[in-house]
């Protein structure tokens, strides 16, 4: 579902972004199921609707997005933690809350590196 919305032409900016509050949706209810094994999608869903607001000059809508995604992503830490708050510190640098996105990035570069 997020990878079909993310190939919508466009000029079709509606239907992707209905594509991407379905994925949305659809991943809460996975994840609520069963957390372990579905928190990190919706943590991407909700980062990448975020990242498609803000390209598209919508920040205001993407913040919110992108403060659930990092919330989401705290119990999962590592990498996806990592990426959630740079997706915040950009939404934040384009709200000119400089120093919010400046603690969210001094944030991420002390979230220990994934164990692989």
């Known amino acids: 579902m997020l990878a079909f919305a993310q190939t919508r032409p466009r000029w079709s900016r509606s239907a992707a972004l209905n594509?991407?509050?379905?994925?949305?949706?659809?991943?809460?209810v996975l994840a609520e199921r069963a957390p372990r094994?579905?928190?990190?999608?919706?943590?991407?869903c909700l980062r990448t609707t975020a990242r498609h607001l803000l390209a598209w000059g919508r920040s205001t809508e993407a913040l919110s997005l992108a403060q659930e995604a990092v919330a989401v992503s705290r119990s999962i830490g590592g990498g996806s933690l990592?990426?959630?708050?740079?997706t915040l510190a950009s939404v934040q640098e384009a709200l000119h809350r400089y120093s919010d996105a400046a603690a969210a990035?001094?944030?991420a570069d002390a979230v220990p590196p994934d164990e692989d």
């Open 82 to 86: 990592v990426v959630c708050l740079h």
């Open 105 to 107: 990035l001094a944030e």
């Open 37 to 44: 094994e579905h928190t990190e999608l919706l943590a991407r």
């Open 19 to 28: 594509g991407f509050m379905e994925a949305i949706a659809r991943s809460r």
